[in-house]
């Protein structure tokens, strides 16, 4: 009898829990979609968190990860899904793992994580990336390589958003790479100033306000005209 009213008591423990955890999953859903519909980033975060912890899902995780990326919040993101090269990870967990790694200033582990990506869905944005960040690193080598990926296959409507100023500004994707292949040969041999300018004056003639082509272009010709600053 004993062993019965025992059973008895343990299965409405457990089904009242199950139920509650439904109760709450449903709570927590119905939360999330409407600080989604309120664009309320904290409560979407908070939201998932609680999805996360109540019921563990994968995708949950890498969509948390990339809400706190997208929030500007990448070592939330990075203690979320991980800083490693995981072959398995999802599109959206490597995307989140390469952009925050980049933000903060890991490029070698970006490069990573960029790689995985050009791998798979290889684009001229992926190209600038690893360009951009190859260049950091001193891999001329496969900068150029993926200049050059990026110039020929650069459409006319993609563009590139740049925050140097305090108003970001976007340009042509084409005059982007065009820009970074006159550093490039700018760091290749220092005595081709005239070919960097050039380059700088080519991405220039794409878009006028190409605010960092022209930065690049000033430096380089005042460059040019005190050689001694380079000793």
């Known amino acids: 009898m ?15 829990n199950a139920q509650s955890n439904s109760e709450l999953l449903a709570h927590y859903e119905a939360y999330y979609n409407e600080m989604k519909l309120q664009g309320d980033i904290q409560g979407v975060i908070n939201a998932l968190t609680h999805l996360n912890i109540l019921a563990p899902a994968k995708e949950r995780r890498d969509t948390l990860a990339y809400v706190y990326a997208n929030n500007n919040q990448h070592l939330q993101a990075l203690n979320t899904i991980g800083i490693e090269k995981d ?23 970006a490069i990573e994580q960029f790689e995985l990506l ?12 690893l360009a951009d960040l190859k260049i950091q690193v001193g891999d001329n080598a496969g900068a150029t390589s993926n200049i050059e990926y ?27 790479f065009i820009h ?16 960097a300018i050039a380059y700088m004056d080519e991405a220039l003639k794409i878009d006028p306000n190409f605010n960092l082509a022209s930065l690049s272009k000033q430096a380089l010709v ?8 380079e000793k």
């Open 2 to 16: 004993k062993r019965t009213l025992c059973i008895a008591v343990f299965l409405a423990g457990f089904f009242a």
């Open 87 to 109: 072959d398995s990870d999802s599109n959206l967990a490597v995307q989140v793992k390469a952009i925050s790694l980049k933000a903060l200033n890991q490029p070698n582990r």
């Open 118 to 129: 050009n791998q798979r869905t290889p684009n001229p944005y992926i190209a600038y990336e």
């Open 150 to 176: 990026g110039i020929a296959n650069s459409k006319d409507e993609m563009k590139y958003a740049f925050y140097e100023r305090q108003q970001p500004y976007e340009v042509p994707l084409k005059a982007a």
């Open 180 to 195: 970074l292949k006159g550093l490039m040969e700018y760091n290749l041999d220092k005595t081709k100033i005239d070919e």
């Open 222 to 229: 005042s460059r040019k005209e005190s050689p001694e600053e």
